[in-house]
């Protein structure tokens, strides 16, 4: 639907004077608004052009002044791809990317990035791995070359596959707190299917890999339907011609081939819980104490949902971080759990949340970190926290929320990697790009009604949780307690509001 957007802005202002908010703050909200508007004018200048190759690969791009390019090669190809005979393929393609090729030795791939100053770098997530250059743009041409050489043609040795098995020896998941608690409430919440799958194969999975399997996994994703070439900072045509003399041949090649995925990549939120209980929690952290870390989450929206602007708001407005911030205080002091969790219990080490939408479908978590005895306590402040968000609107909150999220959208679509990487995550993902305009007006029609309504979508549904360490001072139903918890919370609201 389409919406006036001074008619929206008008009832914006309407609904914050009936709050009371002082003429200061809306001189501010105005101004902001000015500015962001400006910023996505100015972007709105370069238009996104899409081309698509007869092997059926699509080439996207948008020309921006400057020195420098960035291209991108994404292809629809992740863990969640992986079956039992293959698991750990897409951490094997991340960290053998830039190894060697059927062309290229490892040193000789060294000598030309070196020689060129570029930035090359491989990342694979759960639906999708990225190839990425960014070049002076007389170099585009042999970066190209590089690329599309590292995509199609790579060795995967069993030396190389070795080296990124060993890797795996040191690897301590409990080191990043983030990324671990992010591992186990995945599969807390799929399962051990699809999205549930680990990002890092364990050890008897590496040990078993060969190059047979690698080929045959890259083979089974690398083909035109299913991978796009986007950049940022370079005319058009020069990378369609560019694709279509170092890609495209390969590209008719692979559609040859190109058969119906093992999967179709549906995953299925199930709700459950996953623990790693330690004799003792880990104490790598800035109070060097022991502390456990946890997390619920809940089944959320997939990017191309109607409710994932709301979701972004919502996901902001609740915020959170850790108690020790690197840089000094301040930033986001005004999110609910820095508000209401952080600076009321100074135990709580961590309160954060999280938003993490896919293809087909998303997660919503609330992380924590707090010594062992505290960490049920802590778990009982995250959800009531979401919980009083589903109940009650919060209007500054909600327009605070709004305008931090427009601000980081146009602060990092100024940097020309990541307007590299949304273009062709959108493109591949949707068939298209909204631009900064579009996504702005997006996130200015975010109410606080639609948070409210959203919370308690996320509420309705099972909690799946999850946590590592010393466990032994949590209840051991603790999953359908906070469940209970929540929906006598939400009935005590209901009822509130009859009276």
């Not at 307690?481 to 939400?490: A, V």
Request: hydrophobic content about 40%.
């Amino acid at each position: 639907k389409q919406h006036n957007n001074m008619a929206s802005r008008s009832l914006g202002l309407r609904r914050i004077l009936q709050q009371g908010v002082s003429r200061q703050m809306l001189k501010r909200k105005q101004s902001v608004a000015y500015s962001m508007s400006a910023a996505a004018n100015e972007m709105m200048a370069h238009k996104t052009q899409t081309t698509i190759l007869p092997s059926g690969l699509q080439v996207a791009s948008e020309d921006l002044p400057g020195q420098y390019s960035a291209v991108n090669v994404i292809v629809d190809n992740g863990a969640s791809f992986e079956t039992e005979h293959n698991a750990g393929s897409a951490y094997f393609l991340e960290k053998l990317a830039f190894q060697s090729t059927h062309k290229r030795s490892h040193a000789e791939l060294l000598e030309i990035m070196e020689r060129l100053g570029s930035n090359f770098m491989s990342f694979a997530n759960r639906e999708s791995l990225l190839y990425y250059a960014m070049v002076f743009n007389n170099d585009l041409e042999e970066a190209m070359d590089v690329l599309s050489d590292v995509v199609m043609n790579p060795a995967y040795t069993k030396d190389e596959i070795a080296d990124a098995a060993t890797i795996l020896l040191y690897d301590i998941p409990q080191d990043d707190p983030d990324m671990y608690i992010s591992e186990l409430i995945h599969n807390a919440a799929f399962g051990n299917s699809g999205l549930g799958k680990p990002m890092k194969p364990t050890h008897e999975d590496a040990i078993k890999m060969t190059p047979e399997i690698l080929q045959n996994f890259r083979r089974e994703r690398c083909t035109p339907s299913r991978m796009i070439v986007a950049g940022a900072g370079m005319p058009h045509d020069d990378l369609v011609k560019l694709c279509e003399k170092y890609i495209e041949p390969e590209m008719i090649k692979a559609k040859e081939l190109e058969s119906p995925p093992i999967r179709t990549s549906i995953s299925e939120y199930k709700g459950g819980a996953c623990w790693v209980p330690m004799d003792e929690s880990p104490n790598n952290n800035a109070l060097n104490i022991p502390l456990t870390q946890a997390s619920v989450g809940f089944e959320s929206v997939s990017w191309n949902h109607d409710d994932i602007y709301t979701t972004a708001v919502l996901q902001l407005l609740l915020g959170g971080g850790l108690s020790f911030s690197v840089g000094g205080p301040g930033k986001g002091m005004f999110a609910r759990l820095y508000l209401n969790v952080m600076n009321k219990f100074h135990w709580a080490d961590c309160a954060v949340a999280r938003s993490v939408p896919y293809n087909d479908t998303g997660l919503f978590y609330l992380q924590g970190a707090a010594p062992p005895k505290l960490i049920e306590t802590l778990l009982e402040l995250l959800v009531d926290e979401l919980t009083a968000v589903a109940t009650k609107e919060d209007e500054i909150g909600v327009m605070r929320a709004r305008n931090q999220l427009k601000a980081s959208l146009l602060f990092n679509l100024e940097s020309r990697s990541i307007v590299a990487e949304d273009v062709g995550r959108q493109i591949l993902g949707q068939g298209k790009r909204m631009t900064a305009e579009d996504l702005i007006d997006c996130i200015d029609r975010v109410s606080p009604q639609d948070i409210c309504r959203v919370a308690q979508n996320l509420l309705s549904g099972k909690l799946s949780i999850c946590g590592y360490g010393d466990l032994q001072h949590m209840r051991l139903n603790i999953r359908e307690y906070l469940e209970s918890r929540i929906q006598r919370k939400l009935h005590d609201a209901s009822v509130r509001k009859q009276f």
